[in-house]
């Protein structure tokens, strides 16, 4: 018989009873399920409303409880619709009416809203230690390739040179803001919503503080209402997984981009390729392709929860139980995406001469001419026009800016000198954007050592 059978007069209908069942889903929450049942009964024998010995009955049999499932020794019924009934009934099963009492002063309502927050929590915490080791492979591989010339693009078009160590740290900035999403998304989850009841709180004289300070949370909720309606926590850990895959998906298309055979800047490693059926030659960057496949799933999943919760007025609705699959979805989504391309990236072979043979054509040198007039004197929308003359020049006569002659040089500007060719160098080209945040040497050493700060100090949080 359901836990709730009291009003009704017939049993639920068996189709209703799978479609209404969550058990099957939910039962993930189960150590979040039983973790805040434990302090609840606490929190009823300090407060006198059971004995302390039935709270430590309870306290006892429910870690037992959580033992037999995590050693598998338990099957979850779908009679019992969901997580939190299937361990209230085999609570009582074990302990008879002490196991009742469990339930007093609460609702599955405020239930699920503390078994789900606290769940999130502990994946955002999970994926934050994903996210900053993924920094950590980018930075080491940065640091191995400070001297690694390549194009950098805008529309795609090769524009001016920089290293691949400057190209990937701006991925490593982007999963550095998503650490600090999570960080903000953590400290307005902090709230503990159990004492709301089904929505107007509780009659009984408990101590909400007492269930908080047990649980490890910094305050309680501060309506009732809101406690167990509210899925505003869910959303923006939704929002911030959603940006992480953006994140992971854009650096996903640079790698397969890269490894191609038009690009061939990388290799990935075996290991994390795959083959064509029918074409011997293939090598495949399906990691890749895959990440950027699967942040359109994480994307429904907001979707999904936004949707769900636009539409449903105050307080509880069943509509709500489908939060849960979308977040679970989403955090295991990102989590293997996270942890693949990580191991991915860092184990591919960066092609240092491949990237610098293109640097060296498409005249992305060619605001560095410019500039080196302005440096002379010359106003910079003259410059401008003297130079994009010379790239018309050599593009007629099928050569490159430091193929020029000083002769041909000043054809277009007497301006030039002979140090020309050592301003246009692909080197002086990168190093001298010395400025934070440029690709100079001396600012991409900072950016590494700023990473290295970052994830110390997120690391001992």
């Not at 809203?113 to 080791?133: I, N, P, S, T, W």
């Not at 075996?270 to 799933?297: C, F, H, W």
């Not at 989403?330 to 072979?349: G, R, S």
Request: aromatic share 8%; hydrophobic share 40%.
């Amino acid at each position: 018989m359901k836990l709730w059978a009291g009003r009704f007069g017939k049993e639920t209908d068996k189709l209703v009873n799978d479609f209404n069942s969550s058990i099957g889903f939910d039962k993930r929450l189960y150590r979040q399920d039983i973790t805040g049942s434990m302090a609840h009964a606490s929190m009823l024998g300090d407060c006198g409303i059971i004995s302390h010995k039935e709270a430590e009955l309870i306290v006892k049999t429910l870690g037992e409880i959580l033992d037999d499932i995590e050693n598998g020794k338990i099957e979850f019924s779908i009679d019992c619709e969901d997580i939190h009934m299937n361990i209230e009934t085999i609570l009582t099963q074990r302990i008879g009416d002490a196991g009742k009492k469990l339930h007093t002063a609460r609702s599955r309502n405020d239930q699920v809203a503390l078994d789900f927050r606290m769940y999130a929590m502990d994946e955002l915490k999970a994926v934050r230690v994903l996210l900053l080791r993924l920094i950590d492979v980018i930075t080491a591989k940065a640091e191995l390739h400070t001297d690694t010339v390549m194009p950098g693009y805008t529309h795609l078009q090769r524009a001016q040179p920089v290293t691949f160590a400057h190209y990937i740290l701006a991925y490593a900035e982007m999963f550095k803001r998503d650490v600090t999403r999570i960080n903000d998304c953590l400290c307005r989850m902090d709230e503990m919503p159990l004492g709301a009841g089904a929505l107007a709180s509780t009659t009984h004289k408990i101590d909400r503080e007492n269930v908080c300070r047990r649980l490890g949370f910094t305050r309680i909720t501060a309506n009732s209402m809101d406690s167990v309606s509210d899925r505003d926590f869910a959303v923006e850990a939704l929002s911030d997984f959603s940006l992480i895959m953006t994140h992971l998906s854009r650096f996903s298309e640079e790698i397969i981009l890269w490894c191609s055979w038009e690009f061939k800047f990388i290799e990935l490693d075996d290991a994390y390729s795959t083959g064509s059926s029918i074409m011997p030659q293939k090598k495949n960057p399906d990691v890749a392709e895959l990440v950027r496949g699967k942040t359109g799933r994480v994307y429904g999943d907001l979707t999904t929860m936004l949707t769900m919760l636009k539409g449903i007025p105050l307080a509880y609705n069943k509509d709500m139980q489908e939060d849960k699959e979308a977040f679970f979805d989403a955090v295991d989504t990102v989590k293997i995406c996270l942890e693949v391309f990580a191991d991915m990236f860092d184990t591919c072979v960066v092609r240092k001469d491949n990237m610098r043979k293109a640097a060296s054509g498409g005249f992305i040198n060619a605001t560095d001419c410019a500039d080196y007039l302005a440096k002379k004197g010359v106003p910079f929308r003259d410059a401008y026009k003297a130079v994009g003359k010379l790239v018309a020049h050599c593009i007629e006569c099928g050569k490159y800016l430091d193929q020029l002659t000083v002769e041909e040089f000043k054809q277009f500007c007497p301006a030039f000198e002979s140090d020309i060719y050592e301003a246009i160098s692909l080197e002086t080209c990168v190093n001298a954007r010395d400025i934070p945040g440029g690709p100079g040497k001396n600012s991409v050493a900072a950016q590494i050592s700023a990473n290295k700060t970052f994830i110390k100090e997120e690391t001992a949080l």
